[in-house]
């Protein structure tokens, strides 16, 4: 006779594990790692190095001396968390303030809050915020591409935006694109900016690599990007004079890498779908407001954070539908 086993929830199983899902996150970012090693060189080298060791020293002295709880940092979180960092940060930064970011994104970032799956705030982000408030010229200082075997003594100058920010109230914003890179350049990578910034291409093959491995779901990426574009065309048509076009924005800057791995945090990002999309939406609309009407030229960074705050406001109010609910008629 067959028993019929009954046992409380939750009664979904999977193969998914946080290694194999942390670990196939940073799979995917090889390419754009791969480019910016090629433009940057060694400085790019150093900078991840440095960035991955200190956040995962960091979450095992956390963890085993102040929580004393048993150490979690070779799960691949602590890993990602200091390659999406060194993707935020100038490839020229002194490596004594990457040290200071990674503690920041460890410390603040993820284990005030418990460790992975309680913290509110996206680690990395937190990191690097962290490091522009405290290191302004440091963290807006970008290095020229091409230079490949130096460091600290890197030529540098402003990011695309910066130049647009610099410039959009003593010339028109067509004459400014006339002295940033082209969009193959933007597209490409060739440009100054974060190691995360100069990689569109390498970071939209990351993207199809998640997603085909399913390992994000495309309504935040989209749902960003395709805000950013629609509410920047709607500028540029209405004063080309003063407002870029919507693909200068898409390229430039770090919405590319906000929109694709610090916004889809799994911990840090909206549980349904419907969620994500409004999620998603608040961000580009406020990426938009930041980088055209802010103080400063980028403003994902300060939009995925702020949105983070909101997240479990929208995990309570928009939630899937109960299984077994009974459904009202009219």
Same mark, same amino acid.
């Given at each position: 006779?067959?028993?019929?086993?009954?046992?409380?929830?939750?009664?979904?199983?999977?193969?998914?594990?946080? $290694?194999?899902?942390?670990?196939?996150?940073i799979?995917?970012?090889? $390419?754009?790692f791969?480019?910016?090693?090629?433009f940057?060189?060694?400085?790019?080298?150093?900078?991840?190095?440095?960035?991955?060791l200190?956040?995962i020293?960091?979450?095992?002295?956390i963890?085993?001396?102040?929580?004393?709880?048993?150490?979690?940092?070779?799960?691949?979180?602590a890993?990602l968390?200091?390659?999406?960092l060194?993707?935020?940060?100038?490839?020229?930064?002194?490596?004594?303030?990457?040290? *200071?970011?990674?503690?920041a994104? *460890?410390?603040i970032?993820?284990?005030?809050?418990?460790?992975l799956g309680?913290?509110?705030?996206?680690?990395?982000?937190v990191?690097?915020?962290?490091?522009?408030?405290?290191?302004?010229?440091?963290?807006?200082?970008?290095?020229?591409?091409g230079?490949?075997?130096?460091?600290?003594d890197?030529?540098?100058?402003?990011t695309p935006?910066?130049v647009?920010?610099?410039?959009?109230?003593?010339?028109t914003?067509?004459?400014?694109?006339?002295?940033?890179?082209?969009?193959m #350049?933007?597209?490409?990578?060739?440009?100054?900016?974060?190691?995360?910034?100069?990689?569109?291409?390498?970071l939209?093959?990351?993207?199809?690599?998640?997603l085909?491995?399913?390992?994000?779901?495309?309504?935040?990426?989209?749902?960003?990007?395709?805000?950013?574009?629609?509410?920047?065309?709607?500028?540029?048509l209405?004063?080309?004079?003063?407002?870029?076009d919507?693909?200068?924005?898409?390229?430039?800057?770090?919405?590319?890498?906000?929109?694709?791995?610090m916004?889809? #945090?799994?911990?840090?990002?909206?549980?349904?779908?419907?969620?994500?999309?409004?999620?998603? *939406?608040?961000?580009g609309?406020?990426?938009?407001?930041?980088?055209?009407?802010?103080?400063?030229?980028?403003?994902?960074?300060?939009?995925?954070?702020?949105?983070?705050a909101?997240? $479990?406001?929208?995990?309570?109010?928009?939630?899937?539908?109960?299984?077994?609910?009974?459904?009202?008629?009219?």
């Open positions: 006779m067959n028993k019929l086993i009954v046992s409380p929830s939750p009664h979904a199983h999977s193969s998914e594990s946080v $290694p194999k899902l942390m670990y196939g996150v799979i995917s970012m090889l $390419p754009a791969a480019a910016s090693v090629y940057f060189g060694i400085s790019m080298v150093i900078i991840t190095g440095v960035s991955i200190s956040c020293l960091f979450e095992y002295l963890q085993k001396y102040l929580l004393k709880v048993k150490p979690t940092h070779l799960d691949g979180s890993l968390t200091g390659m999406l060194a993707f935020c940060l100038p490839a020229n930064i002194p490596f004594w303030m990457v040290m *200071i970011g990674a503690l994104a *460890i410390g970032g993820k284990m005030t809050f418990g460790g309680n913290n509110i705030f996206n680690p990395a982000l990191g690097r915020v962290f490091l522009f408030i405290s290191f302004p010229v440091a963290m807006t200082s970008y290095p020229e591409p230079q490949l075997m130096k460091y600290t890197a030529t540098t100058g402003a935006l910066g647009l920010a610099e410039g959009i109230g003593n010339s914003a067509g004459e400014i694109m006339a002295e940033v890179p082209g969009y #350049d933007l597209f490409l990578g060739k440009m100054m900016g974060s190691a995360g910034e100069v990689a569109a291409f390498a939209l093959l990351g993207l199809i690599y998640m085909v491995r399913k390992i994000i779901t495309w309504h935040i990426p989209v749902s960003i990007l395709g805000t950013v574009a629609v509410f920047t065309g709607i500028l540029w209405a004063n080309p004079d003063s407002y870029a919507p693909l200068f924005h898409l390229l430039t800057g770090g919405l590319m890498l906000g929109a694709i791995y916004a889809t #945090d799994y911990v840090t990002s909206p549980m349904t779908k419907k969620g994500m999309v409004i999620y998603g *939406i608040l961000i609309v406020l990426t938009v407001l930041i980088r055209v009407f802010g103080a400063y030229p980028e403003g994902v960074q300060f939009a995925i954070l702020i949105m983070n909101f997240v $479990p406001l929208l995990n309570k109010f928009i939630k899937p539908k109960r299984f077994g609910k009974e459904v009202q008629h009219g």
